[in-house]
Antibody
Framework: QVHLVQSGAEVKNPGASLKVSCKAS????????IHWVRQAPGQGLEWVGWVNPDSGGTRYAEKFQGRVTMTRDTSTKTAYMELSRLRSDDTAVYYCARSHVVVTLDVWGQGTLVTVSS | DIQMTQSPSSLSASVGDRVTITCQAS??????LNWYQQKPGTAPKLLIY???NLETGVPSRFSGSGSGTDFTFTISSLQPEDIGTYYCQEYDKSPFTFGPGTKVDLK
C-alpha cells in the first residue's frame, strides 16, 4: 500500500524555523514529486511547493520564496520541508502529497499541525 | 496568478439528491483541473482529475465536466458519507491554486 507518513505536531515561537518530514512507502520514491500544501485553521488549501525526489530539484510558490526549502533523502525515502522566520499566520496543518508529472495530488500524508505562538 | 472561484460556498441537500458545484478559473486552463473531497480532520482525497476522469476506486456517482474557464462537479445521488468540503484545483500554472471550497451537508 502507498503511504506518506508525516512527523508530529510542532509548536514554534515567532521567528523560529520549522522542519517537517514526510516518509514514503509502497512505491518508487523517485518516480513521484512530493508537494507541500498547507491549510490554516478553518481555511482552504494553499500550495507551497514541490521537490523532485529524483533530481532534488524544487519549485516554490512565489509567496514562500526565500523562506522555504524542500529537500529529500532517497536512502530513507523521506522528503522534508523547512520554513524559516515563522509568523503567527504560518499556523496551519501542513500536508505532503505526491504527484506524477502534473500536479494531481493522488496520495496525501496525514498532515502536521504547526502552531506559531509566543 | 490564476484565481479560482466556486459556487455555492455551501449547500444542504437530502440523501438521494443531485448536487452540482461549479468552479470558474480567471483564465483558460484547458482541462487542467482536479476535484478533491475533504472530510473534517482528514487530508483531502482526489476524486476527479483532468476535469472529467474518475480516480480509481471513487464511486461512479461522482463526475466532472468542463474545459477552458468553466467546470462542473456533480454527485448524482448524495450519500451520507459524501458530507464534507469539495475543492477544485487548477494545475495549469504555479501556484496551482485551489478554489475556496464548497461545504456540503445533509438537510
Amino acid at each position: 500500500q502507498v503511504h506518506l507518513v508525516q512527523s508530529g505536531a510542532e509548536v514554534k515561537n515567532p521567528g523560529a524555523s520549522l522542519k517537517v518530514s514526510c516518509k514514503a512507502s509502497g512505491y518508487s520514491f523517485s518516480d513521484y514529486y512530493i508537494h507541500w500544501v498547507r491549510q490554516a485553521p478553518g481555511q482552504g488549501l494553499e500550495w507551497v511547493g514541490w521537490v523532485n525526489p529524483d533530481s532534488g530539484g524544487t519549485r516554490y510558490a512565489e509567496k514562500f520564496q526565500g523562506r522555504v526549502t524542500m529537500t529529500r533523502d532517497t536512502s530513507t525515502k523521506t522528503a522534508y520541508m523547512e520554513l524559516s522566520r515563522l509568523r503567527s499566520d504560518d499556523t496551519a496543518v501542513y500536508y505532503c502529497a505526491r504527484s506524477h508529472v502534473v500536479v494531481t495530488l493522488d496520495v496525501w500524508g496525514q498532515g502536521t499541525l504547526v502552531t506559531v505562538s509566543s | 496568478d490564476i484565481q479560482m472561484t466556486q459556487s455555492p460556498s455551501s449547500l444542504s441537500a437530502s440523501v438521494g439528491d443531485r448536487v452540482t458545484i461549479t468552479c470558474q478559473a480567471s483564465q483558460g486552463i484547458s482541462n487542467y483541473l482536479n476535484w478533491y473531497q475533504q472530510k473534517p480532520g482528514t487530508a483531502p482525497k482526489l476524486l476527479i482529475y483532468d476535469a472529467s476522469n474518475l480516480e480509481t476506486g471513487v464511486p461512479s456517482r461522482f463526475s466532472g465536466s468542463g474545459s477552458g474557464t468553466d467546470f462542473t462537479f456533480t454527485i448524482s445521488s448524495l450519500q451520507p458519507e459524501d458530507i464534507g468540503t469539495y475543492y477544485c484545483q487548477e494545475y495549469d500554472k504555479s501556484p496551482f491554486t485551489f478554489g475556496p471550497g464548497t461545504k456540503v451537508d445533509l438537510k
